[in-house]
């Protein structure tokens, strides 16, 4: 069962442009939800993480957006350059014994066209 | 200064070998993680040890076992490999258990192709 449901699985955005990445989960009892990015090659890396006492969290060209009751959150990025091109994870884990670890999303594979 | 390395980065073997990969990390964390990421990118842990003590056992088959000889090292021992095992094999750690949320760092993989 898939815990975290993430789309689209691949983005493909001109330079400048914003992407958008959506994720859902089910289980109310997850708490964090953090944001990898996966160059080619390379292991995933944290890029941003909330937690649902808020609904936005900014660093610089990157926003979460978290609807709590839709239970959704979402990774936009702004002003989108070739250099975002990876693949983007979503996650999510609560404190507890079964739900103390991530969860991934399927990935979205973003491609910035220049 | 490399914070989560792992040996080898490529791994090419025949069904039925035993294999191993090599994890270390210089972070000074106590937790340490194996992943298993597939062709289509899923990401989905196998293994979490804390001070060296199994701390996250998914369901995996017992052909894998992981070692953990001290805090800064967890090795992954594969039997009688099958071609279903071909994946990218991730290592990574962080400082706390993962309920405590706290940010996980990922090595650069090992590829494993089994023949």
């Known amino acids: 069962q898939q815990q975290v449901k993430q789309s689209p699985q691949s983005l493909i955005v001109q330079k400048g442009g914003i992407s958008i990445i959506n994720c859902a989960y089910e289980?109310?009892?997850?708490?964090?939800f953090p944001w990898y990015q996966q160059f080619p090659g390379k292991g995933p890396a944290l890029l941003i993480a909330?937690?649902?006492?808020?609904s936005e969290k900014k660093e610089g060209r990157f926003t979460i957006s978290f609807n709590k009751s839709a239970k959704q959150f979402s990774l936009h990025i702004m002003d989108s350059q070739p250099g975002d091109s990876a693949t983007y994870f979503c996650?999510?884990?609560?404190?507890?014994?079964?739900?103390?670890?991530?969860?991934f999303g399927r990935g979205t594979q973003l491609t910035v066209w220049p | 200064d490399t914070a989560v390395s792992q040996t080898p980065k490529y791994l090419v073997t025949q069904m039925g070998n035993d294999k191993s990969i090599k994890c270390e990390q210089n972070?000074?964390?106590?937790?340490m993680y194996w992943y298993k990421q597939d062709s289509k990118k899923f990401l989905k842990i196998m293994f979490s040890y804390n001070n060296k003590e199994l701390i996250i056992n998914e369901t995996v088959p017992n052909r894998f076992s992981p070692k953990s000889p001290d805090k800064a090292h967890l090795n992954l021992h594969i039997n009688s490999l099958e071609l279903g095992d071909s994946a990218v094999y991730f290592c990574?750690?962080?400082?706390?258990?993962?309920?405590?949320?706290?940010?996980?760092?990922f090595g650069p993989g090992t590829r494993l192709l089994v023949l």
């Open positions: 972070l000074g964390h106590d937790t």
């Open positions: 996650a999510a884990s609560g404190v507890s014994s079964t739900l103390g670890r991530l969860y």
């Open positions: 289980n109310t009892a997850f708490d964090y």
């Open positions: 909330i937690r649902p006492d808020v």
């Open positions: 990574a750690s962080s400082q706390e258990p993962p309920e405590y949320q706290e940010t996980q760092y």
